[in-house]
């Protein structure tokens, strides 16, 4: 088996209060797989992925990108590791599509003809030409998470985590964010969403973790770990056993 | 669709919009001049005149009409002081023989309507400002204007000023938000008024902080730095043109306010 893209050892995060929030997680992730990452509230998902770009640091055990300690190579972690918070709205900092989108390259210091052709294909893969001149918050939800992907993808990452990414959105909303997320994930993508709702996702899944009070406590394909969800308090999808895996999603 | 919300970019296709941020700066520095300069006891003209120019400019940006509506809680809160206070502090000749006007004098008033008019030029050339030149646009053109100064300088305070300038639209939102709700329990009826403003300030606050913590946080996932890339589009002869022209006709404008 080739190098994992992203290593998990022993990771522990205790907050200044001394709520542990990650408790010990040993975790593996592959180029390429697409992982729904589940679990009650508080659970710690959160928290874990925060570690894979080095946002938070731990208080104890590491994370390698590529077998190499994050800690060490934070600029690299940032732009192979693109994070999508779970409140689009909160991460915009620029007044326009083309400035949001173009914020993260010129962070890299690329050039002008650089940042110019990421932000172009950026929005071209998101489907939002046409509306660089907008001010991002006059964006549908839809529109918006789909903008904060672009801000991601500018960044040109091996792989996207989404947070929450379908949180307050309307059916036509979900199913733009799905789109584009399966269409990422075909690309060449590593994904990993993190819902508390498998009927959206699970058909595209070639993987589902659980987490559980800081613990990840489920890891497998979804059908293997389907079966024990709601014991963590993960409600499984309606009839998922009387269904095919592939039905389990929004999109037709 | 969001709302309008003030002090917030508005895209449209304009000759104002197309403007470079620097020349704004340009123009800005010659209204503020030309309106400083206009006399303050009864003699209008020039204010007219300014009011005018700053009309044509605000229908050359293709700016809603709603803006102007929103901008009237602002004005009736700040104009009426403007304007009383000066004439209940001036001396003069009394409004009226006796009774409460006899407080205010006439030349007071006659000062404290110039000065009010004054602000409403000023906010609504502010608000004109950030609403035709995006926060990074602003943010690169005081940089530019900073670049003599040490190397640091320009780029923290650009990014501190685009950062101020890109959450006030975001206040504002969340003022309204807060007000309504605490309206809708019945808030607005509380008659103690440092209560009422400890009610709104404190989420207002906490909603502050909050969004500040998330925003770093985004910031920092797409490897935030002071010293990014700044480009900056070359000044065109269009740009140029533009802010001859309205350097101008501040000047005129100052010249007909003191001469007429």
Known sequence: ?????????????????????????????????????????????????????????????????????????????????????????????????????????????????????????????????GLENRHPLELSGGQQRRLAIAGILAMQPAMIVLDEPFNGLDYEG??????????????????????????????????????????????????????????YGVKPPYHYHQRPLNSITWLT | MADLVLFRYTYRQSVIHALDARCKFLCMAAFTIAVLLQPYGGHYTGLVAMSSLLAGIYLLAKQPAGMVKKMLPVLLVWLPMLIVVPALAKAGTPLAPKGVLARLSQEGLQYGIGYGWKFVL????SQLMVATATVSEISKAVAWYLHPLPKPVPAVVGVLLSLTLAQIPALFDAYQQINAAQTARMGNRVKNQVKRMRNLLLPLLQNLFTRADELAMAMEARCFTYHRAQYHLPITAHDRAVTAIFCLLCGLTAWVGRTL
């Not at chain 1, 992203?6 to 907050?15: A, D, G, P, S, T």
């Open chain 1, 1 to 129: 088996m080739s190098e994992p893209l992203l290593q998990i050892q022993n990771l522990v995060h205790r907050f200044a209060n001394g709520v542990q929030a990650v408790k010990g997680v040993n975790w593996q992730i592959q180029k390429g797989e697409f992982i729904v990452l589940s679990g009650s509230n508080g659970s710690g998902k959160t928290v874990l992925v925060r570690h894979f770009n080095g946002l938070l640091q731990p208080t104890s055990g590491s994370v390698l990108l590529w077998g190499k300690p994050v800690s060490r190579q934070l600029l690299i972690a940032r732009q192979t590791i693109g994070l999508v918070f779970q409140d689009a709205a909160s991460q915009m900092v620029a007044q326009t599509v083309y400035e949001e989108v173009a914020f993260g390259p010129e962070n890299l210091r690329l050039t002008a003809s650089e940042i110019n052709h990421r932000v172009t294909q950026a929005l071209q893969t998101t489907g939002l030409t």
């Open chain 1, 174 to 231: 979900v199913v733009q964010t799905l789109q584009q997320i399966v269409s990422l994930h075909q690309n060449g993508h590593t994904i990993l969403v993190i819902t508390h709702d498998l009927e959206k996702t699970l058909a595209h899944a070639t993987r589902l973790a659980i987490m559980h009070q800081g613990q990840m406590v489920l890891d497998g394909t979804p059908q293997t770990v389907l079966p024990q969800a709601e014991k």
């Open chain 2, 122 to 125: 000023f906010l609504v050339f």
